[in-house]
């Protein structure tokens, strides 16, 4: 079935019984047609959902690089992803279970999760939010929090969620920056066994943004928080308001444009500021729903389980959206992997029977760590696909993940996109012969390149930038309220081309390598953090007076960050003052940020127009040649 692959470095060729859909052939065949034309490719696919009006052009061009897909057209993604199942097969069967780390669990159809979408959106209306207002949403992973994002997208706001895992600056610059009126929040989260103070957090981002009108708070931990009187309430309690008029628990689902907002999400570049990444109802839907039915060809009966945080795109696409509308039942698991013990993920995976799961490699790896003794006493044989996402998978991750979780019979669909892409971009689907740490190639309608600095294509297994060269539905749509930086971020380095910021290398069948970022932003346990955002974390200490943050690899973690700190007059460096900046820093940003070691020095390696020069920081962090060094300040 297979075509024929150069089988170095290694090449590993799924059994059929892994795909219902196709096999190799076809897809190539639907490969071909769709890089041919992948307007029509697209068009075809948007035509498997629910559209109040039809779309009168598919892709508009005229003022590229602000691209529109499906011009004319009207739907909301939530018709599609709740409202659709309603009067389908789909209304009794579980849209999610979801797990607590202390051990609760809680079940929820489609018919009661459109209950509670519907009562939450009425909630958000009777506050004053309509069409358009943003709503951040600061949630730990609980229910309550794809909830809150459908309830948005119902009524027509935009959400903005902000992950549980960032602290007071971080919150309340995503705050200021959406403008937003409510701020959904929770008491608390679990963690490890700890509680977050999320409320606490909240509060005091909040004395330092003035938009937010009311902030409504779920109750999971259920510790004693302040409430505000006036601006404060309770989920709960605002729950058990009757619907009024519309009766019978449902609320209407606003008609929205394609290309109106969906939603928000801040991530990190290259400057200290976060950017709001815009994505729309239309294209959106189209890109991750067909995305996920590519890859990952889901079956009717299977349990979905994408282990990722629903903070981040990847749970905004594969946690929320594409399964909702694909009609598929998720599984949600609040807590850490290793708590109480190391096996809590393969518990699940034996517990609910658990067909797909799609995690990161800094997950596999943390495990794997602890021997495969504690996947071996669980019953895996469940599992029928495997899928990898956030940064490279490396060779000896990929081949544990796939002998002991997989049992050697699971493909690993590693997934290579971005915030900004909103869906997959380059991934196998299961009938693919896979390489060990190759994402494969682009998806049908995708065509990527990679380029050297003059724009043409590299050689054959040389590094160069990866671009994508055509537009795709669920393309980010610009930087909240700043196009100049969408433009000068994405579309300039190669005119026309849309550039990932990536290095990348293509073997001689066609499989692309990523190999890292080529920018300022460090992937963390694979969460991106922007070296400019840590150094002004830091620089925000009184101490502070210079900082430079830049990224050592790490067994685990893929990266780790390494900061380096030049005092003010009258500080004098010591073991406690660097473990106080870790601790602001993990105030300020969040733990994630936090660095892993901190370094005193008396000057910084910079330009003579004054750039800190971090490259050759890390050269010298890891004893290797600073390269060129002739624009470096003396
Ligand atoms: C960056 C985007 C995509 C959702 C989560 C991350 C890296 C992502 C892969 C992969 C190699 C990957 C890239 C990319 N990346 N997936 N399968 N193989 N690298 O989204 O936080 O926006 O980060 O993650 O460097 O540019 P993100």
Redesign the pocket.
């Known amino acids: 079935m297979a075509q024929r692959l150069s089988q170095t470095p290694e090449v590993w060729t799924p059994d059929e019984s892994v795909t219902t859909r196709w096999v190799q052939q076809s897809y190539e065949a639907l490969r071909e047609k769709a890089a041919a034309n992948p307007a029509a490719f697209w068009e075809s696919e948007a035509k498997e959902y629910l559209w109040f009006r039809p779309w009168e052009r598919t892709v508009d061009d005229s003022n590229a690089p602000f691209y529109q897909w499906f011009v004319g057209g009207k739907t909301n993604i939530v018709a599609n992803a709740l409202d659709r199942h309603l009067t389908n097969a789909h209304r009794n069967k579980l849209a999610y279970i979801w797990e607590g780390e202390d051990g609760s669990v809680r079940t929820m159809s489609f018919h009661a999760l459109d209950r509670e979408v519907c009562q939450f959106a009425h909630v958000l209306r009777s506050m004053g939010v309509r069409k358009g207002d943003r709503v951040t949403l600061y949630l730990p992973r609980v229910l309550e929090l794809p909830i809150a994002m459908l309830a948005c997208a119902k009524i027509g706001a935009v959400h903005s969620v902000v992950y549980g895992g960032f602290s007071v600056e971080a919150l309340n610059e995503r705050i200021q920056d959406s403008e937003s009126r409510v701020l959904v929040t929770a008491d608390g989260g679990f963690l490890r066994g700890k509680v977050i103070p999320l409320k606490e957090i909240a509060d005091r981002a909040l004395e330092r943004a003035g938009t937010v009108e009311h902030v409504i708070v779920v109750r999971r931990t259920g510790q004693k928080v302040a409430m505000e009187t006036g601006r404060d309430y309770f989920y709960d309690e605002l729950m058990t308001l009757p619907l009024g008029r519309a009766g019978g628990g449902r609320c209407e689902t606003e008609q929205m444009d394609s290309e109106d907002p969906l939603f928000l999400l801040y991530?990190?570049g290259t400057t200290g500021r976060p950017k709001g990444i815009v994505h729309t109802h239309g294209g959106y839907l189209v890109g991750v729903a067909a995305t996920l039915k590519y890859a990952f060809e889901p079956r009717p009966e299977d349990r979905w389980w994408c282990a990722?945080d629903p903070g981040?795109?990847?749970g905004h696409?594969y946690v929320v959206y594409g399964p909702l509308i694909n009609g598929m039942t998720s599984v949600i698991y609040e807590g850490a992997p290793t708590h109480p013990y190391p096996d809590r993920w393969w518990r699940i995976v034996e517990r609910y029977g658990v067909n797909v799961l799609y995690a990161?490699p800094t997950a596999i790896r943390g495990l794997m760590r602890f021997g495969e003794a504690w996947a071996n006493r669980h019953d895996l044989s469940s599992l029928r696909l495997l899928g990898?996402?956030?940064?490279?998978?490396n060779p000896e991750a990929w081949r544990w993940y796939h002998r002991v979780i997989g049992g050697g019979r699971c493909p690993i669909i590693?997934?290579?996109?971005?915030?900004?892409?909103g869906m997959f971009m380059?991934?196998p689907v299961p009938s693919m012969p896979l390489k060990p740490g190759s994402?494969t190639r682009p998806l049908p309608g995708i065509r990527a390149e990679v380029l050297a600095d003059d724009g043409t294509p590299v050689r054959l297994g040389e590094e160069g930038k990866l671009v994508i060269t055509t537009p795709w539905p669920a393309m980010l749509r610009g930087v909240w309220r700043d196009p100049d930086r969408y433009v000068q971020q994405y579309w300039s380095t190669f005119p026309g081309k849309y550039f990932?910021?990536?290095s990348a290398r293509i073997d001689e069948d066609g499989y692309l390598w990523?190999i890292?970022?080529v920018d300022d932003?460090i992937?963390v346990s694979?969460?991106?953090l922007g070296t400019a955002e840590i150094e002004s974390a830091l620089v925000s200490h009184p101490a502070v007076g210079e900082a430079a943050a830049i990224a050592m690899p790490h067994e685990i973690k893929g990266h780790a960050i390494w900061a380096y700190v030049l005092l003010r007059a009258g500080h004098q460096p010591s073991p406690a003052l660097a473990e106080e900046l870790g601790a602001h820093v993990a105030r300020e940003m969040g733990p994630i940020a936090k660095p892993e070691r901190i370094e005193f020095v008396e000057a910084l390696p910079k330009t003579r127009s004054g750039k800190i020069m971090r490259r050759v920081l890390k050269a010298r962090a890891q004893g290797l040649p600073e390269g060129d060094v002739s624009t470096l300040e003396q």
């Open positions: 991530t990190s990722a981040w795109i990847t696409s990161a990898s996402v956030g940064e490279p998978i590693d997934t290579w996109w971005q915030t900004e892409t380059v991934s994402a990932t910021g990536d990523i890292g970022r932003v992937k694979g969460y991106r």
